[in-house]
T-cell receptor
Framework: GAVVSQHPSRVICKSGTSVKIECRSL??????MFWYRQFPKKSLMLMAT?????????EQGVEKDKFLINHASLTLSTLTVTSAHPEDSSFYIC?????????FGPGTRLTVL | GDSVTQMEGPVTLSEEAFLTINCTYT??????LFWYVQYPGEGLQLLLK?????DKGSNKGFEATYRKETTSFHLEKGSVQVSDSAVYFC??????????????FGSGTRLSIRP
């Protein structure tokens, strides 16, 4: 089946730095990708919809200047957490759809010290 | 807005026991309903889905029936195995499911099966 990868799987950074997370669809093209955030023992929260070649659509309450999304090609979307702070520590998950089936990446654990 | 509520875990059962994980939803219109599973160290995978009332989704021995009258989509399996240990998420897609539909997830239920 279709595979979605994320890189890195785990990152630890200092407060104030920026972190980029990549999401790739490995064997299919995805015009739309989704970025989620998962808090401990909580559900996945949709952060934004990433659209190839155009601006991302952010959910209410998500700061677009803090969470920069770039969907530069049909197989790659990136999420950059700018000026990260400890409260940004979380599990970030991306997904992409092929033929109306959604495929999730394995997630990226971000820890901000 | 639309939401999904599922039973809190963790749920611990013995092998071959009967499993039910409750899920109820709130939505306007006619959502599609899903169960996703996340095995340790892996990404979420679609387990089963139902797109209209009274539809039954099934896969790997798991079943769930879309009950509009009770706004529920409970997950069941007659005889669980150790390999079923995972986190299960109930979810809905508002309106007709398309390539850009938003999916709303429940909080997840961790299931552990004892040999």
């Amino acid at each position: 089946g279709a595979v979605v990868s994320q890189h890195p799987s785990r990152v630890i950074c200092k407060s104030g730095t920026s972190v980029k997370i990549e999401c790739r669809s490995l064997d299919f093209q995805a015009t739309t990708m989704f970025w989620y955030r998962q808090f401990p023992k909580k559900s996945l929260m949709l952060m934004a919809t990433s659209n190839e070649g155009s601006k991302a659509t952010y959910e209410q309450g998500v700061e677009k200047d803090k969470f920069l999304i770039n969907h530069a090609s049909l197989t790659l979307s990136t999420l950059t957490v700018t000026s990260a702070h400890p409260e940004d520590s979380s599990f970030y998950i991306c997904s992409a759809r092929e033929n109306y089936k959604e495929f999730f990446g394995p997630g990226t654990r971000l820890t901000v010290l | 807005g639309d939401s999904v509520t599922q039973m809190e875990g963790p749920v611990t059962l013995s092998e071959e026991a009967f499993l039910t994980i409750n899920c109820t939803y709130t939505a306007t219109g006619y959502p599609s309903l899903f169960w996703y599973v996340q095995y340790p160290g892996e990404g979420l995978q679609l387990l089963l889905k139902a797109t209209k009332a009274d539809d039954k989704g099934s896969n790997k021995g798991f079943e769930a029936t879309y009950r509009k009258e009770t706004t529920s989509f409970h997950l069941e399996k007659g005889s669980v195995q150790v390999s079923d240990s995972a986190v299960y998420f109930c979810a809905l897609s508002s309106g007709e499911y398309s390539s850009a539909s938003k999916i709303i997830f429940g909080s997840g239920t961790r299931l552990s099966i004892r040999p």
